[in-house]
């Protein structure tokens, strides 16, 4: 079966670093599309990055400059890196994959990971 597993979430400070890995399993994802969304408490799931097969990023404005996506087809993995965190960028950060990019970024991918929760104190 189909797995999507993040991993490194945490409490951090304001200003600090992140790093989310988001490995996938029962599926080679290496030629499709792979992003990230978050969620607060209270608000709906918001688009946060997505890489295509081929490598080119797409980013929410919040965002741009200080996170950046990536991937490793050969790990089967995707990473967010989140620099200058803020208040602001606290929520439960799902990872998502799908044979389309269109997919990923309107937040109807096929396959979901379970989130991994990122708090940023001030």
């Known amino acids: 079966q189909v797995r999507l597993v993040e991993s490194g979430g945490g409490l951090v400070q304001a200003g600090d670093s992140l790093r989310l890995s988001c490995t996938a399993s029962?599926?080679?994802?290496?030629?499709?599309?792979m992003g990230w969304y978050r969620q607060a408490p209270g608000k709906e799931r918001e688009f946060v990055a997505a890489?295509?097969?081929?490598?080119?990023?797409t980013y929410v404005h919040s965002v741009k400059g200080r996170f950046t996506i990536s991937r490793d087809n050969a790990k089967n993995t995707v990473y967010l890196q989140m620099n200058s965190l803020k208040p602001e960028d606290t929520a439960v950060y799902f990872c998502?994959?799908?044979?389309?990019?269109?997919?990923?970024?309107?937040?109807?991918?096929?396959?979901w990971g379970q989130g991994t929760p990122v708090t940023v104190s001030s």
């Open positions: 998502a994959a799908d044979s389309l990019f269109t997919t990923v970024q309107l937040g109807v991918p096929g396959y």
């Open positions: 029962g599926r080679t994802f290496g030629n499709d599309a």
């Open positions: 890489i295509a097969s081929g490598g080119t990023t």
